[in-house]
């Protein structure tokens, strides 16, 4: 019985990866010049959460060390997609808001990647990507709360 566990969860995350880095890779070539998953992945979350927030809430989410944050949002700011600014009431802290160029660049990728998701959900169908949701939104939460 364990080893049918065994043999089902890796069969799972072997799918999983494999899912991962064929998605990247495909993403990887439609995103728009210049722009990389990371940069579409902190602009497609400020752009959803409609305000600022923390390099560390950004952190947080992506599941990436600070530096890590702060070094993709060196890159978003040099690029005049994110503003950055002290957290006035704590100057320890800063705040990271999604910019009007910032805003375009996430819809000209959206735009761009729009067709292969479109046409996935086609293939699949959408019945089947539907039910499949729930559950890989579970295993992500699973895999955070151990992490």
Do not use: C
């Amino acid at each position: 019985m364990t080893q049918d566990k065994d043999a089902l969860a890796i069969a799972l995350f072997s799918e999983v990866l494999a899912a991962d880095q064929t998605v990247r890779n495909r993403l990887g070539r439609v995103l728009p010049k210049g722009m990389e998953i990371s940069h579409f992945s902190v602009l497609n979350s400020l752009a959803w959460h409609h305000g600022e927030r923390t390099p560390a809430q950004l952190a947080e989410t992506f599941n990436v060390t600070r530096g890590a944050m702060t070094n993709t949002l060196r890159k978003l700011q040099w690029q005049g997609y994110v503003h950055i600014r002290p957290d006035w009431d704590d100057a320890r802290r800063k705040l990271v808001a999604i910019s009007p160029a910032g805003a375009q660049a996430r819809e000209a990728a959206v735009s761009a990647i729009a067709p292969l998701f479109r046409d996935l959900v086609d293939k699949v169908g959408e019945e089947q990507v539907r039910a499949a949701i729930p559950t890989l939104r579970e295993l992500r939460n699973q895999l955070t709360d151990k992490a």
